[in-house]
């Protein structure tokens, strides 16, 4: 019974490709996010969903484009990968209030 | 939004108590104190969350001072299995808010337990 799952784990790709990375929470949450985690560990929000809506939006390169088909699932659309975007991502879901969020398993992503 | 510092790193070992503390001095009044646990390869792990004085569960203590410009997380008797990057966040829960959900994580504090 996972609470937030993510696919793919791994995701090996070349620059300039574009990928997306699916999240799905069954937890009934309303709230959806994504964090990116560098190579040093510093785990960053990106972007989050309160029922489908776009609420938070940080300073991320338009390349990155997140997508909430309906309020069980927030997925991430990359364009135009680029060495920079290696990273470990995050999906998290929570009440709107936010006061625990629950994370994913993080999706690994490596732009070679 | 409130910026938290703790050490980068702390160890111990098995059966001990662990206390961990981090600043926080900008805290604002309606910004809760939240930990997170993370293993490696692993997302964060909710553990304890508060606003003042002291909060405890099962698995950890939270202690709060009145200002609430730092906060202390204590692991009682920690196992080898408690070691990971513990991360302490401030944030704003009020419903509605723009800042709401909107957790800042800093570097976080390695805890290593050794037998």
């Known amino acids: 019974d996972t609470a937030v799952s993510q696919t793919p784990k791994y995701l090996v790709t070349q620059m300039g490709n574009d990928k997306s990375i699916k999240c799905e929470q069954n937890l009934g949450h309303d709230t959806m996010y994504w964090y990116k985690q560098d190579s040093k560990k510093f785990l960053k929000i990106m972007f989050s969903?309160?029922?489908?809506?776009?609420?938070i939006n940080e300073t991320v390169p338009n390349r990155f484009s997140p997508k909430s088909p309906d309020k069980a699932h927030l997925n991430l659309h990359i364009n135009s990968l680029e060495l920079g975007d290696s990273a470990v991502y995050f999906c998290a879901s929570s009440l709107p209030t936010g006061e625990t969020q629950y994370f994913g398993p993080g999706t690994r992503l490596l732009v070679l | 939004l409130a910026k938290t510092t703790q050490p980068i790193s702390m160890d111990s070992y098995e059966g001990q108590e662990v206390n961990i503390t981090c600043s926080h001095n900008n805290i604002a009044t309606n910004d809760y104190i939240t930990w997170y646990q993370q293993f490696p390869s692993q997302g964060p792990r909710f553990i304890i969350q508060?606003?003042?004085t002291k909060v405890t569960n099962e698995v950890a203590s939270l202690f709060i001072p009145a200002d609430r410009k730092s906060s202390t997380l204590s692991l009682p008797r920690v196992s080898l299995s408690d070691t990971a990057v513990y991360y302490c966040?401030?944030?704003?829960?009020?419903?509605?808010?723009?800042?709401?959900?909107?957790?800042?994580f800093g570097q976080g504090t390695t805890l290593q337990v050794k037998p």
């Open positions: 508060g606003y003042k």
């Open positions: 969903y309160n029922n489908k809506e776009l609420i």
């Open positions: 966040l401030v944030g704003d829960l009020r419903h509605g808010s723009s800042n709401t959900g909107k957790l800042i």
